[in-house]
């Protein structure tokens, strides 16, 4: 089993930066391709951003292009989600996922509530 648990949530204003992380335990960190995912009220949850195991490639939902950055640190076990000019749209429960492949993800985390307000 892998244990994920996201922190850096909270509450801003459209235009602010905040930086999610996601600290990972129970399993070889550096094995495992990671993604983010958010789900906001009444929606599916939807794909954000991905990150291979070596951090040489990343992967975005169009919505998030050019705004978001994923990385991930190995050596701490972490993955992290850089999220600047937010907007009220990207108000959601944010999760991070682990995973074999960048398509199919076993692991998940519990969720941080990211609110944006206009």
């Known amino acids: 089993q892998m244990q994920l648990v996201e922190s850096g949530g909270g509450l801003v204003q459209a235009g602010d930066s905040l930086r999610l992380s996601c600290a990972a335990s129970?399993?070889?960190?550096?094995?495992?391709?990671m993604g983010w995912f958010r789900q906001a009220p009444g929606k599916e949850r939807d794909f954000v951003a991905a990150?291979?195991?070596?951090?040489?490639?990343?992967y975005y939902a169009d919505s998030v292009k050019g705004r978001f950055t994923i990385s991930r640190d190995n050596a701490k076990n972490t993955v992290y989600l850089q999220m600047n000019s937010l907007k009220p749209e990207d108000t959601a429960v944010y999760y991070c996922?682990?995973?074999?492949?960048?398509?199919?993800?076993?692991?998940w985390g519990q969720g941080t509530q990211v609110t944006v307000s206009s």
């Open positions: 996922a682990g995973g074999t492949t960048l398509h199919k993800y076993d692991y």
């Open positions: 129970g399993r070889t960190f550096s094995n495992y391709a």
């Open positions: 990150i291979s195991w070596s951090g040489g490639n990343t």
